[in-house]
């Protein structure tokens, strides 16, 4: 039953032909004086009131013995018994031979293509075509009425109307022809007339009668099903598909219109013949006034090389794609620079027929004049697109990787010119930020002379490495200590050692006094109170809490600091829970590190905690990030073994096979500070929030503590100056206000000001008060000292040979350390928190520390000061 078509009579006089799945719907018969006529089995005959277009009384589809002419035209094997029955049956099973045959080709690609037919009466004609359109796949509609027929058309909009121009007494066929044509419906439609057959006394009569008419073609009469086939396909190949390619042109040209880039079309001989709104507004020309003329009539800008018209057309010629900058005269004489991009059209005979060219503004400060002028002479119409442009170009978007020629552009020009495009939309999709910048450097080696494309490569050099945040060193005998610092600290490993791997244990039964533990913070020993009191100012002496405590400053200052911001509120859990957990974090520090211990987790705790205080850091962030930036603080450095990830991945250790030479000890910390909390309830602060909650803090801990891993050092800092320095600058100028959040709290701008606050917590060393700071580079020296004494007894490489204890200076090694990772972090981050006194007391250690070196005094303090 798929095959068969459903025929719709409606009471009009117009019977439609529709497919099987379209027939299912009810119908209702009304106003027909004569009932339907009987149905061929299989041929549904439906009346339909919905379609409301008079009819004369009697018409219907085709009739059962014009039905079994039909079948035996068509070739079917089964004999005709003279019922309907038989006829239609041999309808549907002629549908299935015709697509299984030699003539599978009759299947349109335009399955829904529409035929109309307008027929006084029906004849063996009308059947043809009718039965024509059956076999083609066609939908059939028959109107016996000019009146009817342009209504029909009106609703379907046919690609193909057939009319009966046979006989004049029944309606005049051109005058419904012309009626046709007069809608504007009607332009792309083929109109076939039917004309009779000339007699052989009389001459052919002219066509051109019918072609003025409105006509596309004349069909001789000929009510073969297959001559009426054969004429269907012939117009469907042809004519229906041109005009079905020139509707997609209008489309074509519409999206031109309404394109932001200038678009000039001209001839193979240079002739204009078409050019977009876009680039009448940049030329200041009206269309009229270039279509038709050739591009040598038009005026030359002197700014130009001589030779460029000739290299451009040498390359085009030759049918290839040029583009570069060039200059173009406007209408009022100004020169304006462009990039242009002309692409050769490729025709008939393989020959070149068109050249298309797509013209930007190149980002110059006389083109950001031009635009403005451009603007405010196109009237409101263009003033009111240019501010509907400005407010979208707020949009974070990327630039089209060929409209930039110049490198010295600044930030506003570059923002009036960001025009968008569907073809840059799809460029942002799958081209990287990277992938971007070089192709912009390798469009502008193409027009540059020679020194400057060298430039270029060396440019393009450096820029495919991986290393694009990590300042180049020069040789080590330069500064040896910062080119240690860098191998130490910015690598995961020289290589890898076979026999001589490192393990360490885990100090989880550390050797501390009898002081007991506080149940709340309300239970502090009274001398610890009373360090605490202090705990929200810079100056706090972290070390005269690690004599108190015995060391064991993590859990006493965790208590305080967790209190002050409501974490156990936060996190639904009692304060015993939390100072359970503080214990079990606390017990994992290994004591016997000289640095990594848990007074160091405490020191970047209170740092963290002082950030969070600052007013611009508090409104930028909301309290699940502050509950996670403290945890993430408090656990940073957890069961850290005194060694640097270099040194794991050198010796082969557990850890760094464990974790692939990547992020190792990072990796280790979050990894193993989560295995502590959850695997007992009686230390479980995660245990009453719901799923969502726990996975996003989660997720912020990790991540916080991963930045810390300094390998990416410099590129967290860079992507903080970039999304948050220089658009705060940008936004708060002139401002003297120091809370407003940045970016409204974009969630990729909270996780930035995340990272940079636990590396400069966690760095924060040189930031303290003199004397913290001379006891901290004290105690990472000594540090890296034992690590370097391990390396040289184990045959490892020595990853930092300047950290020897007989020769190291260590005021060398703290000004490599503040030259190369502080200052500029801290720049960053003091130009967002606003943290003066952190910077003074930056300035004043730098000073120490080069007294120190001037005076070749390799230790911690002058003589005089010991």
Same mark, same amino acid.
């Given at each position: 039953m798929g095959c068969a078509p459903s025929i719709h009579v409606s009471q009009s006089g117009v019977i439609y032909c529709r497919d099987s799945d379209e027939s299912n719907s009810p119908h209702h018969t009304t106003g027909v004086s004569?009932?339907? !006529?009987?149905?061929?089995?299989?041929?549904? %005959?439906?009346?339909?009131?919905?379609?409301?277009?008079?009819?004369?009384?009697?018409?219907?589809?085709?009739s059962a013995a014009r039905v079994r002419r039909a079948r035996a035209e068509l070739g079917s094997s089964s004999s005709s018994s003279g019922s309907a029955a038989p006829a239609a049956t041999t309808c549907r099973g002629r549908r299935r031979h015709c697509c299984s045959s030699a003539e599978a080709e009759t299947q349109t690609i335009y399955s829904n293509l529409q035929v109309l037919l307008i027929f006084a009466k029906e004849d063996s004609q009308s059947d043809g075509f009718w039965w024509a359109c059956d076999r083609a796949g066609f939908r059939c509609n028959i109107a016996r009425t000019p009146e009817s027929a342009l209504e029909c058309f009106l609703d379907k909009h046919h690609e193909i109307i057939v009319i009966d121009h046979r006989q004049a007494r029944n309606f005049d066929a051109e005058a419904v022809c012309r009626s046709i044509r007069a809608t504007n419906l009607a332009e792309h439609t083929v109109i076939l007339a039917v004309v009779s057959q000339a007699s052989g006394d009389h001459e052919e009569a002219s066509v051109l009668p019918l072609l003025h008419a409105g006509f596309s073609r004349r069909f001789m009469e000929n009510s073969s099903i297959i001559a009426c086939y054969n004429e269907l396909i012939q117009i469907e190949h042809g004519e229906v598909r041109s005009q079905f390619k020139l509707r997609a042109c209008n489309s074509v040209f519409t999206a031109l219109d309404h394109c932001h880039e200038a678009i000039e079309i001209t001839s193979d001989e240079h002739v204009i013949q078409y050019v977009n709104p876009a680039f009448e507004r940049m030329m200041g020309y009206h269309k009229s006034e270039l279509l038709g003329k050739e591009l040598a009539e038009l005026p030359k800008s002197d700014k130009n090389r001589a030779d460029l018209l000739d290299t451009i057309n040498t390359c085009i010629r030759k049918g290839k794609e040029w583009q570069g900058v060039y200059y173009a005269k406007r209408k009022s004489g100004d020169s304006i620079q462009q990039h242009v991009k002309i692409t050769p059209v490729i025709g008939q005979g393989g020959k070149i027929r068109h050249f298309v060219s797509l013209k930007k503004l190149c980002c110059t400060t006389d083109n950001n004049k031009q635009i403005h002028k451009i603007h405010r002479d196109s009237g409101d119409n263009s003033q009111t697109e240019s501010h509907s442009f400005r407010y979208k170009s707020r949009r974070r978007e990327s630039i089209d990787v060929k409209s930039i020629s110049s490198r010295g552009s600044d930030a506003p020009s570059l923002q009036n010119r960001r025009y968008p495009s569907m073809a840059r939309i799809h460029s942002m999709t799958i081209e990287a930020p990277i992938t971007k910048v070089i192709n912009i450097i390798n469009a502008a080696q193409e027009n540059s002379p020679v020194t400057v494309a060298e430039a270029l490569d060396r440019v393009l050099e450096i820029l495919r490495t991986t290393e694009l945040y990590?300042?180049?060193?020069?040789?080590?005998? !330069?500064?040896?200590? @910062?080119?240690?610092? %860098?191998?130490?600290?910015? @690598?995961?490993?020289?290589?890898?050692?076979?026999?001589? !791997?490192? %393990?360490?244990?885990?100090?989880?039964?550390?050797?501390?006094?009898?002081?007991?533990?506080?149940?709340?913070?309300?239970?502090?020993?009274?001398?610890i109170a009373q360090l605490l009191d202090n705990e929200e100012s810079w100056e706090f002496n972290i070390f005269e809490l690690e004599a108190v405590t015995h060391k064991r400053p993590l859990v006493y200052l965790g208590l305080k600091v967790f209190s002050r911001f409501g974490v156990c509120e936060f996190l639904r859990c009692s304060e015993t829970t939390l100072r359970a957990w503080l214990q079990v974090i606390e017990a994992n520090y290994h004591s016997s590190n000289a640095y990594h211990n848990s007074t160091h987790a405490a020191d970047v705790l209170h740092a963290t905690a002082f950030f969070l205080g600052k007013e611009r850091v508090k409104g930028s962030l909301d309290q699940l990030d502050e509950v996670a930036a403290l945890i993430a603080a408090t656990v940073h450095d957890v069961d850290h073994p005194g060694r640097t990830n270099s040194f794991l991945c050198n010796a082969g250790s557990e850890l760094a096979v464990l974790y692939n030479d990547t992020a190792v000890l990072e990796s280790h910390h979050t990894a193993l500070a989560f295995q502590l909390t959850v695997k007992d309830s009686k230390c479980n602060i995660f245990k009453n929030i719901d799923r969502n909650h726990y996975r996003t803090l989660r997720q912020a801990i990790i991540d916080m503590v991963l930045a810390t891993e300094m390998t990416k050092h410099f590129e967290h800092v860079n992507k903080f100056v970039n999304s948050i320095n220089k658009p705060m600058a940008a936004e708060n100028e002139g401002s003297d206000c120091e809370c407003n959040p940045i970016g409204k709290n974009f969630p990729e701008n909270q996780i930035l000001i995340k990272r940079m606050m636990i590396k400069c917590a966690d760095v924060a060393n040189p930031c303290r008060p003199l004397d913290l700071c001379i006891e901290w580079a004290g105690r990472i020296s000594e540090e890296y000292f034992a690590q370097t004494d391990e390396e040289k007894r184990q045959g490892l490489p020595v990853v930092m040979p300047v950290f020897d204890r007989n020769t190291c200076s260590i005021p060398k090694s703290q000004i490599s350390f503040i030259d190369y990772f502080i200052t500029d972090m801290f720049d960053a981050w003091d130009a967002f928190a606003h943290l003066p006194a952190l910077m003074q007391h930056l300035a004043n250690n730098y000073k120490h520390w080069k007294t120190l070196d001037d005076l070749k005094c390799k230790s911690l303090r002058l003589p005089s000061d010991s």
């Open positions: 004569q009932g339907p !006529e009987p149905p061929l089995p299989g041929l549904s %005959v439906q009346t339909d009131a919905a379609d409301a277009i008079p009819r004369s009384r009697g018409s219907g589809p085709p990590s300042p180049q060193l020069g040789t080590k005998d !330069e500064d040896p200590h @910062t080119s240690d610092l %860098v191998g130490g600290l910015m @690598t995961d490993g020289l290589r890898r050692l076979s026999g001589n !791997e490192y %393990v360490f244990t885990k100090n989880v039964h550390q050797s501390h006094s009898h002081l007991a533990m506080p149940i709340t913070i309300n239970d502090v020993p009274p001398c």
